[in-house]
């Protein structure tokens, strides 16, 4: 795509990674077939060649509206435009590119900026965060309906195994995880440590910086970024851990960006590489020990027939590009997997998504929840916080992370 950055942007990093970008997309549009809100509302400029061609003329200088920054806004990000594109463009740091150059040619204002500034500010602080949810979880019955669906039920962690696995890794807490669903780092520790292989929090480690880059604050994101760098960094020079673990996809894919984000901080740059580096999904890391997890699963009884659908989130299969992985595993633990349509396509979740665009979100909610029950299984499994509260909010079917699922079943 032939292009003319305007001077404001031409030589600065962002402009010479945008022009790079532009420069492969050819138009062909086979991106719109697997985009989900152009499905849902048949606008090129609700699929990602139309907001290309948005953020092609903003960064060559035509001045952005507010109808510019609705249509970026609809994007969700999920980056299955990614997966087809044939011309390997990476339109998601594009987007990131051209939202941030709006953002601030049209700033927000209102009820949609009160809301975006307090996400902002409240999701990425943990013991703010947990405060919230606990206080909403001891109400949760008295909550109204479109509320109440946000808000998980009380639970726990559950017992931690016995130390002395001779093999160390880090894990992220995160910020939501914890007070919404504790069990899902308990039980990756647990099955973790069948395999030899100890999990620990690094204590200052917070926030992965998602909330904030996705809200438009690309320095509160940085912030986030080089507060875990540090956390992290005495643990992976000292302690020699193997991995720095994501039990949340969506966290995971933005650590493994760290190396990008911090590229222009001559202080973090090189560390953040190592940490990206350093950085797996669980579903990687259990895999590599399959042959350990088989000798496990062949020592118990045979489990009773438990048909399951997997969710695969958009950051586990466009962002990590981790694709039937953690089926086998499931499969490999004695689940049945039940198909399930259009698994390429976007649950609706999306971070802040669902709550700043409910209407386009609830729809592809719906979706999701007839494809994914379509064949009768008695659970779900998925691999982010997000989708699954999301998902929970819209069936009765339990839903859980694959590594709970597979928790219970080493358990016997």
């Known amino acids: 795509m ?29 991106c719109t077939a697997t985009c989900p809100t152009y499905q849902l509302l048949g606008d090129e400029l609700d699929g990602p060649r139309g907001r290309i061609y948005l953020i092609k003329q903003v960064l060559e200088g035509a001045a952005p509206t507010a109808r510019t920054r609705l249509h970026l806004d ?12 044939p011309s390997g463009v990476h339109y998601s ?23 975006r500034a307090t996400l902002r500010e409240l999701l990425p602080r943990p013991m703010l ?21 946000k808000v998980p039920p009380l639970s726990s962690a559950g017992v931690t195994l016995p130390g ?28 973790l440590a069948r395999l030899g292989i100890a999990l620990a929090v690094a204590p200052n480690a917070g926030c992965c910086g ?5 809200l438009g604050d690309e320095a509160g994101a940085r912030d986030n970024a080089r507060r875990n760098v540090d956390a992290w960094w005495p643990r992976i020079e000292a302690d020699g851990v193997e991995a720095i673990v994501m039990t949340a996809s969506g966290c995971g894919v933005q650590v493994k960006d760290y190396g990008h ?59 990590f590009k981790i694709r039937g992985v953690v089926e086998t595993l499931l499969g490999a633990a004695g689940f049945s997997l039940t198909p399930v349509a259009d698994s390429h396509l976007c649950c609706g979740s999306a971070g802040t ?18 494809a994914l029950t379509a064949g009768q299984p008695s659970g779900i499994a998925s691999a982010n916080i997000g989708c699954i509260a999301h998902l929970q909010a819209g069936t009765a079917v339990p839903i859980k992370h694959w590594i709970e699922w597979l928790d219970e079943r080493l358990m016997g």
């Open 353 to 370: 998504y669902s709550i700043l665009q409910p209407e386009l979100s609830s729809r592809l909610q719906a979706n999701k929840i007839a």
């Open 93 to 115: 740091r594009l987007l990131d590119i051209g939202r941030a150059v709006v953002e601030q040619r049209v700033p927000r204002s209102g009820m949609d900026g009160v809301l």
């Open 261 to 319: 984000l911090l590229q222009d901080d001559p202080a973090y740059a090189a560390k953040a590489l190592r940490v990206a580096e350093l950085t797996r999904d669980v579903s990687e890391v259990v895999a590599a020990e399959q042959a350990r997890l088989i000798e496990l699963l062949a020592a118990l009884p045979p489990m009773q027939a438990t048909a399951l659908a997997f969710h695969a989130p958009c950051t586990l299969q466009h962002g």
């Open 2 to 30: 032939d292009t003319h950055l305007a001077d404001f942007i031409r030589n600065t990093t962002a402009g010479r990674e945008a022009e790079a970008i532009l420069r492969k997309c050819v138009h062909c549009g086979f």
């Open 164 to 191: 002395g696995q001779a093999r160390k890794m880090l894990v992220l807490a995160g910020c939501a995880q914890p007070s919404m669903y504790p069990n899902i780092n308990g039980a990756a520790t647990r099955v």
């Open 129 to 149: 965060f947990g405060t919230a949810m606990k206080l909403g979880q001891m109400v949760r019955p008295f909550l109204p309906g479109a509320l109440k669906a």
């Open 74 to 85: 609809r994007c969700l990000t999920c980056r299955s435009c990614e997966s087809t594109c």
């Open 210 to 214: 998602a909330v904030r880059l996705h």
